[in-house]
């Protein structure tokens, strides 16, 4: 055990939690493990494409749906693991996100309890990103990313084409249509909300923060709890 900590950020789509995570890795230093992200990258892979297991993850993530548990924990837990060995702090955006994950099962261990043997129940951080199923669907509707660099400014940019930074064409994000969005929030609420439950349970730090003010008013008041 040692003193580094770890981060985890929970959230309906669109609360923030990729922006919160990177501010936060950014200000104090921790490796950004965002799944979202990690899965956006192999799923756009031209060297996957023929893979059979990997394309029906990819149609699990278009349809709003959340991909294999198993799968996700197999590969965070992993990457966890060599973050251990390089004394590093972490900071999560979208995982755990079901109890599978979170909590595991008989033969598996939960992302929670791995972090707990490496950094300690009291260096674990649990965010909780809070905003209306309206201002999601609103939100996410309108979002705009640049797929090379992720410039989260770019959300409020909808008169831009291309990302100032990289040149690279700005587009909406493939599971960022409204029907989606209703699955994606629907699969929060089934999945990923007994998460936070069961954490609360477990009397884990868990923090609940107003996701409505802007970016930077919401990271004061994290920075607070550091
Ligand atoms: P996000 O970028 O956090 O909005 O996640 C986008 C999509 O990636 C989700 O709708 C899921 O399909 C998938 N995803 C992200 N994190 C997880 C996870 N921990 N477990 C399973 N699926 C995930």
């Known amino acids: 055990m040692n003193n580094n900590i770890a981060v985890i950020f929970y959230g309906p789509p669109g609360s923030g939690k990729g922006t919160q995570a990177k501010l936060l890795s950014d200000k104090l230093n921790l490796y950004l493990f965002d799944t979202g992200d990690f899965l956006r990258k192999i799923f756009s892979n031209p060297k996957l494409k023929n893979n059979k297991k990997i ?7 278009n349809e709003g749906k959340l991909v294999s548990f198993e799968w996700v924990l197999k590969n965070v837990s992993q990457k966890v693991k060599e973050l251990a060995k390089l004394d590093q702090s972490v900071v999560f955006s979208g995982s755990a996100r079901s109890l599978f994950e979170a909590f595991g099962d008989n033969k598996h261990k939960g992302l929670v309890k791995i972090l ?10 649990f965010f909780y990103l809070d905003i209306s199923d309206e201002e999601s669907i609103k939100r996410n509707s309108r979002r705009l990313i640049c797929p090379t660099c992720k410039n989260a400014l770019l959300a409020f940019a909808s008169s831009m084409k291309n990302c100032p930074l990289c040149g690279d064409k700005i587009e909406h994000r493939s599971d960022d249509k409204k029907e989606i969005i209703v699955k994606r929030l629907k699969e929060y609420r089934q999945m990923t909300l007994p998460v936070i439950k069961e954490l609360k349970k477990r009397k884990y730090k868990v923090i609940k923060i107003d996701g409505m003010p802007a970016p930077y008013k919401i990271f004061n008041k994290i920075l607070n709890y550091f």
Do not use: S, T, V
């Open 116 to 125: 707990e043997e490496i950094f300690g129940k009291h260096n674990l951080y």
């Open 55 to 61: 394309q029906a993850q990819k149609r699990l993530y």
